[in-house]
Every structure is written in structure tokens, then in C-alpha cells.
């Protein structure tokens, strides 16, 4: 591995001050215990609670105090040149005694050439010191160290139960590809869930494994988590979306990058409220046959106030590492006012960065936004080339009316073909499918007790809806107007 190359190397070059921001103390011990093979220097860890300890092999020797003045003289006064891993030293740092001895040792003053690591969560210095430092970042655990978590923790179950644990392979490779992101000791702690649960490795592990790293990582609150999501069986009127997403999957979902086609990044689902965007956007998840992310675009702006920006960016990092998934941004046009306003600046910088990540992720995110209202969505969105497609979602034909009917009808334990669909379907001219949905359910409410609906009840209650086709009839028209030309149609 060659991040213990780097720092077996600077080791040797006898680098007098490291840091390493991390919570993974186990991490941080074992990389140096490789180390030490290669540059023999005894090795020590410093805690508050036991002080110095070596951990090369067992010194006897005069116990030191664990306070940091104590500590760091016992370290200047050391002959032989060592390692010292400081967990969570840096509080002391502050004062000056302690910040007087840590640069006398750095700076080799009456001591022998030492290698002292600062390793904590978060770890600000003064200004003198932070000079002297250099910062160590700590890489994550690859797919062959995950797959050793995953096999240790397999045999530590099958050692306590005395008995096989079931593990069907595909899954586990799966689960352990699924596991990058993360440190060992989440992986671990994962893994452990996953095998304890159930004596088993299998692919009913997946959800829980995508929830439990969703929650792990998902530190701007922002991202909501959808395992199982809809398919296209659910919903009526878009098939372009569908055989569009079926000629992309296998290349979106490829181990390696297709030599010829270019991975799919992503689509805006437009059109009229109620036809049934939101329920596209989790059947292209279904499609793809990955999980659901839905980014709350909307209240970006009202839960963290002058932290927009930063937030947005985590909540799409985080995505990345929830790879291979959609991520959905319902209702864009909410939080990408176009117009000037009081935020004018902010919501600028937020396209500009959304835009920049769209245009360079290398993950397999595939993004799916929705908009209802195209005249407040900024225009640097609509170009060509930022999504791969954008898809008009019309009020559906009168065919797609009478699947719409059938589907929810078979949904609430009714036989549609009890009903005349084609003389629903054309009494519903101008419904979305919401509304064709809302008809059956008031309808359902008007059956008398103990008595069936039927095809009376439910043209009545349609004929008592007023669809929003109608009482916004200009608003819908623009709408197709624009899309014309523009998108391609859902349907
Ligand atoms: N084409 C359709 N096929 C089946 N059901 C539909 C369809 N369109 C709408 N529905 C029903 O209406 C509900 C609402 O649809 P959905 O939320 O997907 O619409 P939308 O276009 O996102 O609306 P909005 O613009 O209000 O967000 C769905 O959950 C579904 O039950
Ligand atoms: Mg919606």
C-alpha cells in the first residue's frame, strides 16, 4: 500500500512532526506497526488516561505520568529516536509550557531526532507549530482490506457459535464493494451487524447494510434514503423514460468506463403537476436497480442559514459515497430561484457548484431532477449537454388513463375489468393521473357501506372534479407550449 510507503519514508527522513486527523486510533497503530518492520525505531502511544506506553514490545522502565509537561520532557530526554503517536495531545498544545518542549523536540533541541504524531478527530495548532507540521491524510480502507474485515469478523462468528456461517459469495462481494467510504472500524461495525442478525451473508443483507452506511455518512441531514423503490410496473404513460433507462443500465452499472459510450449522468423530468414525476424519478432507481437519494432542495435554504453552500456540497459528497445510486432533486426549481431576490447571490453559487459537480463527478450518481414550473428554472440548466435528456411529462392520453384506472383500481382489491375503462378513460379527459387516483378514492367513499363500488359512483365522482387543466388552463398550455420543440415526451 503506498500510503505506508509515504509514510515509512518520512519516517525515515526522521519528519520531527506529523498530524493526522482521524478517529481511527486502531488504523493509525497498525499503519505504524508496518512502519516500524521497515525503519526500526521503537514505537510509543501517548493517552491522557495511560500515558506512555510502548508498543513494540514491553519495556520495563520508570513509568512516566500521563501529564503533558511530564510527557514531553520524558520524549526531549529520550536517546534513541522513536515514534511517539499522541492521541489526543493536541488540547495541551495550548499551553505554553507544553507548546515551549513540543518545539524543542521538533526543532532537535538537546533531543535525538524523534517522530511525534498528533492524531486526533480535528487538530488546529498555533500558528508556530502548525509551520513545523505536515499533515497526514489518512486513506480509507481499500476493497482488500474491507474484504480482510469482512473474513475476520465471519470467522470470530463461526469460532463463537461453533457452527458455518452461510455466506453466499455474490453478496458478499457485493456488500464489501459497498463498504468503500467508509473507516475500518464503521466497516466493522457493519459487517458484525450484518453476520449477527441472522447467521448469514446474503443478499437480503443489502438494505440494511445501504441504510446503516446512508445514516453513517449522511452528516448534512439533507439526503433522505430510499431502498426500495418503485419500478415502471408502477406507473402508466412513460415509456421513452423507461426503454431509455433500459438501454443505459448496463453501462451506467459497468465495473469499467464503456470505451465508446459515455456514462449516463443524468435527466430532468418536467411537466404538469400530478402526472407522476416523483413516481418516474424513484422507478428510474427501480430501473437502474439502485438505491434512491433524494436531496431536499427545498429546504437547503431554510435549515442552515449561511451554510447553504457548504451543505450542498457535503450532502453531494456524501451521495458519491452512496455510489451507485439516483439521486432525486424534487422540485429544483424551489431552490434555484432564477430571478435576482434577497438570495440572489447564494442561489447563483449553488447552480454554479451543482453545475461544476455535474458536469465532473466521476461517481455513479445519476441525477433525476423534477419541475413543475420551467420559467423559474435558471436557463444555464436547460442547455444541451447538462442533462442527458429532458423529458416532458404530460397529462396522460386517453389510453394511459384507462392503465392509470386499472392500476390503482387493482391496487384497492377492485377488478377492473368489472369497469368500462374506455368510458373512464374518456371521462377523464384532461385529469393527471393524481386526480384520476383522487376520483377512485372519494369514490370509494361514497359506496354506501357493505356495497361495491362501481362504474355509477366513480363517473359521478369524476364528473364532480375539476382538474387543474382546466382551472389553469393558461399555466398547462405554456407549459406544453415551451416543452414542445424542447423535450422529448415522456410517453
Ligand atoms: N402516470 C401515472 N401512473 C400511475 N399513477 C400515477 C401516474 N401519475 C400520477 N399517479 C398517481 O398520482 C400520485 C402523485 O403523482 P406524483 O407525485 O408522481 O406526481 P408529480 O408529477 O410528481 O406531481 P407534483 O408536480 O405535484 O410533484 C402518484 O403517487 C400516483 O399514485
Ligand atoms: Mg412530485
Request: proline share 4%; hydrophobic share 50%; charged share 25%.
Amino acid at each position: 500500500m503506498s500510503e505506508l510507503e509515504d509514510l515509512t519514508t518520512l519516517v525515515r527522513a526522521a519528519t520531527p512532526l506529523l498530524v493526522i486527523e482521524t478517529v481511527d486510533e486502531q488504523r493509525v497503530i497498525e499503519c505504524f506497526r508496518h512502519v516500524i518492520a521497515q525503519a526500526l525505531r521503537p514505537l510509543w502511544r501517548w493517552t491522557l488516561t495511560d500515558g506512555l506506553q510502548r508498543l513494540d514490545f514491553a519495556a520495563a522502565g520508570d513509568a512516566v505520568a500521563p501529564d503533558a509537561t511530564a510527557t514531553l520532557d520524558a520524549i526531549r530526554d529520550a536517546a534513541e529516536p522513536g515514534i511517539y503517536l499522541m492521541f489526543d495531545f493536541h488540547p495541551f498544545v495550548r499551553y505554553a509550557m507544553s507548546l515551549r518542549l513540543l518545539r524543542e523536540i521538533v526543532q532537535r533541541q538537546r533531543s535525538a531526532a524523534h517522530t511525534v504524531v498528533l492524531v486526533g478527530a480535528k487538530i488546529e495548532l498555533p500558528e508556530e507549530l502548525e509551520a513545523l507540521a505536515l499533515r497526514v491524510p489518512l486513506s480509507l480502507p481499500d476493497i482488500k482490506e474491507l474484504a480482510g474485515i469482512l473474513r475476520g469478523e465471519a470467522v470470530a462468528w463461526q469460532r463463537e457459535h461453533n457452527r458455518r456461517l452461510e455466506v453466499d459469495n455474490e453478496a458478499a462481494r457485493t456488500i464489501v464493494r459497498n463498504l468503500l467510504g467508509l473507516s475500518a472500524p464503521d466497516a466493522r461495525r457493519i459487517v458484525r451487524k450484518l453476520i449477527y442478525n441472522d447467521g448469514a451473508l446474503g443478499t437480503a443483507d443489502l438494505p440494511v447494510l445501504m441504510q446503516s452506511k446512508f445514516d453513517l455518512l449522511n452528516r448534512s441531514g439533507l439526503l433522505h434514503y430510499e431502498y426500495a423503490t418503485a419500478s415502471f410496473a408502477d406507473i402508466a404513460g412513460v415509456a421513452q423514460v423507461r426503454a431509455w433507462v433500459q438501454r443505459r443500465r448496463a453501462v451506467f452499472l459497468a465495473a469499467a468506463p464503456d470505451p465508446v459510450l459515455d456514462p449516463p449522468k443524468g435527466v430532468l423530468l418536467l411537466g404538469v403537476q400530478g402526472c407522476g414525476k416523483s413516481l418516474a424519478a424513484k422507478a428510474i432507481a427501480g430501473g437502474f436497480g439502485v438505491p434512491l437519494v433524494r436531496l431536499d432542495f427545498g429546504t437547503l435554504y431554510d435549515k442552515y442559514q449561511g451554510e447553504t453552500e457548504k451543505n450542498l456540497r457535503e450532502a453531494l459528497a456524501s451521495s458519491e459515497l452512496l455510489a451507485p445510486c439516483v439521486l432525486w432533486i424534487d422540485e429544483i426549481e424551489k431552490g434555484l430561484a432564477s430571478g435576482g431576490g434577497e438570495d440572489g447571490g447564494v442561489s447563483r453559487r449553488v447552480l454554479g457548484y451543482l453545475l461544476t459537480w455535474m458536469a465532473e463527478r466521476k461517481a455513479k450518481v445519476f441525477v433525476v431532477a423534477t419541475a413543475n414550473a420551467v420559467h423559474e428554472l435558471p436557463a444555464e440548466l436547460l442547455r444541451k449537454g447538462r442533462f442527458d435528456e429532458i423529458f416532458f411529462v404530460d397529462l396522460p392520453r386517453g389510453e394511459v388513463r384507462a392503465e392509470i384506472f386499472a392500476m390503482h383500481l387493482k391496487r384497492r382489491k377492485l377488478d377492473p375489468a368489472a369497469f368500462d375503462l374506455p368510458a373512464l378513460a374518456a371521462a377523464s379527459e384532461g385529469f393527471s393521473g393524481a386526480e384520476i387516483e383522487q376520483a377512485i378514492v372519494s369514490a370509494l367513499y361514497d359506496v354506501a357501506s357493505g356495497g361495491e363500488l362501481d362504474q355509477a359512483t366513480l363517473l359521478a365522482a369524476l364528473g364532480q372534479t375539476r382538474p387543474l387543466s382546466v382551472l389553469m388552463r393558461e399555466q398547462v398550455d405554456a407549459l406544453r407550449a415551451w416543452a414542445q420543440g424542447r423535450c422529448v415526451a415522456a410517453d
